[in-house]
């Protein structure tokens, strides 16, 4: 459970606010992901870095700015966010270059957007 | 495209009793396929994954798949369910493409009664 860790776990804040969401992955993996779980809704993919550079983006709005300083640490830049932008955001994290990679989890950062 | 239908949104059973969670899905490549379980407040627990070897595989706590091919169907099992595997299960596709992405299936939520 150690493995892949998210902080804050809570977070609530204003539509005029800047916030950001820190992961840190303790599995010497080199691909790192950002999802979004909403209420009624699949989990969806939000960004994927691999070896620290951004290889997909889906169609994300640009209040939401990730970055990958290095290969242990994803962040998730927030700024004039929505109330439909609350949502549990989880982190993952694997092992890119093996033909059957698997993806581990972080326990989450539940935002609350007033 | 690939899809991941998880055909029952809730599933309830008395302790003791066998579980079965189901799970279909569409691809147009050779997947990869995973269970996850998500405890409540909780990130992501890989349970288990199917990548091309043998078709039952077996997880932790006692949880099992059946990958079918001619089926399209990869349903969870476990022989006597306990009170510990309440919580939400998610049945997960990877095509084996060279992209990373995750498709979910919208979550069965297993109810476990005593």
């Known amino acids: 459970e150690t493995g892949v860790t998210q902080t804050p776990r809570h977070l609530v804040m204003g539509m005029t606010n800047k916030k950001s969401l820190k992961c840190e992955q303790h599995l010497g993996h080199n691909a790192m992901y950002w999802y979004k779980q909403s209420a009624k809704k699949p989990l969806e993919l939000m960004f994927v870095?691999?070896?620290?550079?951004?290889?997909e983006n889906n169609s994300v709005p640009s209040r939401f700015s990730p970055e990958c300083p290095n290969s242990s640490h994803l962040f998730l830049h927030l700024h004039t966010l929505q109330p439909e932008d609350s949502a549990l955001y989880l982190c993952a994290s694997s092992q890119a270059d093996r033909s059957t990679d698997t993806q581990y989890f972080g326990p989450g950062t539940r935002l609350t957007v007033l | 495209a690939q899809s991941v239908t998880q055909l029952d949104s809730h599933v309830s059973v008395s302790e003791g009793t066998p579980v079965l969670l189901r799970c279909n899905y569409s691809?147009?490549?050779?997947?990869?396929l995973f269970w996850y379980v998500q405890h409540p407040n909780k990130g992501l627990q890989l349970l288990l994954k199917y990548t091309s070897a043998a078709t039952l595989v077996k997880g932790i706590n006692g949880f099992e798949a059946e990958f079918k091919k001619s089926e399209t169907s990869f349903h969870l099992t476990k022989p006597s369910a306990h009170m510990s595997d309440a919580a939400e299960y998610f049945c997960v596709v990877r095509m084996d493409t060279g992209r990373r992405a995750l498709t979910f299936g919208s979550g069965t939520r297993l109810q476990v009664q005593p």
């Open positions: 870095y691999s070896l620290e550079e951004r290889v």
């Open positions: 691809s147009s490549y050779s997947p990869s």
